[in-house]
């Protein structure tokens, strides 16, 4: 079993950029595929950007271009770089989990999530 503890949410202004980090524990960090889930209020829940062990990335069509997913396996730690906000990218954004690369590689739902963390794209 793995724990995930997400950090780098706030308040950021249209345009602007925010980086948000996933510190994983409790399990061998490498053997998982990770991702970055989001939901807003009243909004079904997407999935925003996903990688494989061996580092195959899968984004949400309307963030290609402006988030970046990437994991440091020393560290145990996922990261997602997001540039260019827009307001409609406030959300809660969850941290995930699989021990199964498929998920990251169709879309489908990971195994385990993180309390996330809470980003906020306003003027």
């Known amino acids: 079993q793995v724990q995930l503890v997400e950090s780098g949410g706030g308040l950021v202004q249209p345009g602007g950029s925010l980086r948000l980090s996933c510190a994983a524990s409790?399990?061998?960090?490498?053997?998982?595929?990770m991702a970055w889930s989001r939901q807003a209020p009243g909004k079904q829940r997407q999935l925003v950007a996903a990688?494989?062990?061996?580092?195959?990335?899968r984004y949400l069509d309307s963030v290609k271009g402006r988030f970046s997913i990437s994991r440091d396996n020393a560290k145990n730690t996922v990261f997602l770089q997001m540039n260019s906000l827009k307001p409609e990218d406030t959300a809660v954004y969850y941290c995930?989990?699989?021990?199964?690369?498929?998920?990251?590689?169709?879309?489908?739902?990971?195994?385990?999530w993180g309390q996330g963390t809470q980003v906020t794209v306003s003027s």
């Open positions: 990688i494989t062990t061996f580092g195959g990335t």
């Open positions: 995930n989990a699989d021990r199964r690369n498929s998920p990251a590689l169709t879309g489908g739902e990971f195994e385990y």
């Open positions: 409790g399990s061998v960090f490498g053997n998982y595929a």
